[in-house]
């Protein structure tokens, strides 16, 4: 066997053999030398390349590595695969790091967070390539191939119009050793290609899509896993580094599916043991389209500053290839767990993920995004974490461990008043600061919330009067008769003003709104609701307007209520 490229490499090798005794190290094809000790629960990876922000699929597979790990009470870590150089995008890394860590997905070792395998970033870790890679080379595994990317495209172009399905033809894996040492000393370029065997060597079922055979070329090529530029490409990168890192199992995309047996051929190569693959589902629209990374709704950063709760994007991940229905009891009523087309057994959180998680229940068909979901699980964890379920908490708890958040209100709160400060037309605002006056705002609003950066766009009308002759409100006044609106606020006014109380209780409008009702003889509610909505918010949707009554308090109140009648009466004179 060669010797490492570099003193650097030696070390590097020497380290990864201390620290990598749970798994035999083979220094070659040939080595019997072996350490054996008691596996580990277990060691994943989630191993992204740094080309952008963190997309849905990434997340799901960091995800799902991560319920694994803590499932079997072993780790993650996180290792960064930029091997090519062309699709670096700067700041990547730091992205993605803050996603994880705004995701609640704290991994135990990998960048950032150091361990006894690193470095953990690939560009960092080249001269172990080249060691395996020339190892390869001297058992007889590999060879050095002089074709320049002009004659490799036209091998690929000719191999083609012949009918064959192989990138390549294997041109130079019979040059004598005097003639590779001929191009070398002359300065040819190489790459270096993995020697594809004739046999087909049954693999071991994949945990996930089982004995299925994946597709995969027609007949062996013999693969790059070596560049000229001296950077590896993923089959020898990533099969090293998931050997060195005592990885015991790898959970990732179904895309790498087809590159699966040319894995397994490196593994038997360098004889080394390979570790348990299991291959997650596509994402895919509604249409069963694949989901394209360059739309901006695929990214994780997307749906963070759209307001989402982490849990909440990560409970709808969950939900993306894995079976929950096989963890529900099977007394569960499932009739009676639904909410239109959502479950509300779908909520969990991410300690409940953990509990209920078994990769025997991961699904091999596509998984298709519906944002519905995602908005709904969203409202919900909202309610959840703020103890406001009610009667839902019944079943959405149903089979679960308890989700303790003794804290949630006051968090969810905080962040509620904080994106109130975000707001340009509330920065002035007195009343954004009055904490309670801010909570009471949170309850009316939250029943109806998606995320709370909509409950703070949504709920400005609580913190500064209506503007009358803004086109909402205009729009909403347009489908009263103002006859009939001055007729009817100004009735309620009276009984409301009459009533001998400091503050405006939901009850008592309630009592004060029917008996208006009953005493204009009104055909319906809405001739004298939609009048006070007008006149209290400005705008069409909303809480009831008893709730609204109630948190505004009753000077604020009645005095909006007199502005909207005053405003439309000024409009009737005019």
Same mark, same amino acid.
């Given at each position: 066997m060669r010797p490492l490229a570099t003193r650097a490499?030696?070390?590097?090798?020497?380290?990864?053999?201390?620290?990598?005794?749970?798994?035999?190290?083979?220094?070659?094809?040939s080595s019997s030398s072996s350490v054996t000790a008691p596996a580990p629960a277990g060691r994943l990876r989630f191993a992204p390349s740094p080309t952008g922000h963190l997309h849905l699929g990434g997340l799901r597979t960091a995800l799902f590595n991560h319920l694994l790990a803590r499932k079997l009470r072993g780790s993650w870590l996180l290792r960064i695969e930029d091997t090519d150089r062309t699709r670096l995008v700067p700041g990547a890394i730091d992205s993605l790091r803050h996603t994880l860590d705004w995701a609640g997905l704290d991994y135990d070792e990998g960048i950032g967070a150091g361990g006894s395998h690193g470095p953990y970033t690939q560009s960092e870790r080249l001269d172990l390539y080249r060691h395996y890679a020339e190892q390869l080379l001297d058992a007889g595994a590999a060879y050095r191939c002089f074709c320049t990317p002009d004659e490799a495209q036209a091998i690929r172009v000719a191999l083609l119009k012949q009918g064959r399905r192989s990138g390549y033809d294997g041109q130079c894996r019979h040059l004598s050793d005097d003639e590779v040492g001929r191009r070398r000393r002359a300065g040819h370029k190489s790459v270096i290609r993995f020697k594809s065997g004739q046999d087909d060597v049954p693999l071991p079922a994949d945990l996930v899509f089982g004995d299925v055979k994946p597709t995969t070329t027609a007949e062996p090529e013999d693969f790059v896993i070596l560049k000229s530029d001296g950077y590896p490409t993923y089959h020898l990168a990533s099969v090293v580094d998931d050997h060195l890192m005592e990885i015991s199992h790898v959970l990732r995309g179904e895309e790498w599916l087809p590159s699966l047996p040319k894995h397994h051929a490196l593994y038997r190569a360098l004889g080394w043991s390979p570790p348990q693959f299991a291959h997650l589902p596509l994402l895919c629209n509604a249409d069963g389209t694949k989901l394209s990374k360059r739309t901006g709704d695929v990214h994780v950063e997307h749906y963070r500053q759209s307001g989402y709760e982490p849990g909440a994007l990560l409970n709808f991940l969950a939900l993306m290839g894995w079976d929950h229905h096989a963890t529900l009891p099977a007394d569960a009523p499932a009739h009676t767990a639904r909410a239109g087309p959502h479950s509300l057994y779908?909520?969990?959180?991410?300690?409940?993920?953990?509990?209920?998680f078994d990769l025997a229940h991961v699904t091999h068909r596509k998984a298709v995004v519906d944002l519905d979901k995602l908005r709904f699980l969203n409202k919900m964890t909202l309610r959840r974490d703020a103890g406001r379920l009610g009667a839902d908490g019944e079943l959405v708890a149903l089979g679960k461990e308890a989700a303790n958040d003794a804290e949630g209100y006051g968090r $969810?709160? +905080?962040?509620?008043?904080a994106g109130l400060k975000d707001v340009n037309v509330l920065?002035?605002? !007195?009343?954004?600061?009055?904490?309670a006056y801010v909570e009471k705002v949170f309850d009316a609003e939250l029943p109806r919330s998606v995320t709370l950066k909509e409950m703070a766009a949504g709920s400005i009308f609580f913190y500064l009067d209506p503007v009358y002759s803004n086109h909402e409100a205009e729009t909403l006044l347009r489908t009263m008769r103002p006859s009939e609106y001055v007729t009817n606020l100004s009735t309620l006014i009276a009984l409301l003003d009459a009533l001998d109380t400091e503050s405006l209780t939901e009850d008592a409008v309630w009592s004060? $709104?029917? +008996?208006?009702?009953?005493?204009?003889?009104?055909?319906?509610?809405?001739?004298?609701?939609? !009048?006070?909505?007008?006149?209290?918010t400005g705008r069409r949707a909303g809480p009831g307007v008893p709730t609204i009554i109630a948190v505004l308090g009753r000077e604020r109140a009645l005095g909006r209520l007199r502005a909207g009648l005053e405003y439309v009466k000024n409009m009737v004179r005019q």
């Open positions: 490499a030696r070390a590097a090798h020497l380290t990864h053999r201390r620290h990598c005794s749970t798994v035999s190290l083979s220094a070659g094809p779908e909520l969990y959180t991410l300690p409940q993920l953990v509990s209920a $969810l709160v +905080d962040k509620y008043q920065r002035d605002c !007195p009343l954004i600061d009055d904490r004060a $709104l029917h +008996d208006t009702v009953a005493a204009l003889g009104l055909r319906k509610k809405a001739l004298l609701v939609s !009048p006070m909505r007008h006149a209290l």
